[in-house]
């Protein structure tokens, strides 16, 4: 089992920043890769970013390459997501998620974290 604790959101302007954390525990941490995943009202959850277990490789959805940066610390557990230049379209629940797999879908993630609320207004 992983328990995972997502943290960070807020309401931010549209050029604003945040930084998500997601804290877990239970199992080896490390053994996982992690993701983010976001869901807007009336839409599907849809991927955000991922990275390896040793932090060694990530990925990002097209729509936030060069604005959001996902990063790891083993050490302490947790994944983070930090989000630059943020825009109304980023408004959405933050989820982060743990799988074995390398993958963007949602049903490749087994451990779920319970979301966070980020607002970004114009």
């Known amino acids: 089992q992983v328990q995972l604790v997502s943290s960070g959101g807020g309401l931010v302007q549209a050029g604003g920043s945040l930084r998500l954390s997601c804290a877990a525990s239970?199992?080896?941490?490390?053994?996982?890769?992690m993701g983010w995943f976001r869901q807007a009202p009336g839409k599907e959850r849809e991927f955000v970013a991922r990275i390896t277990w040793s932090g060694d490789s990530t990925y990002y959805t097209d729509s936030v390459k060069d604005r959001f940066t996902i990063s790891r610390d083993n050490a302490k557990n947790t994944v983070y997501l930090t989000m630059n230049s943020l825009k109304p379209e980023d408004t959405a629940v933050y989820y982060c998620?743990?799988?074995?797999?390398?993958?963007?879908?949602?049903?490749?993630?087994?451990?779920w974290g319970q979301g966070t609320q980020v607002t970004v207004s114009s």
């Open positions: 239970g199992r080896t941490f490390s053994s996982d890769n």
């Open positions: 998620a743990a799988s074995r797999d390398w993958t963007t879908r949602p049903q490749g993630y087994r451990y």
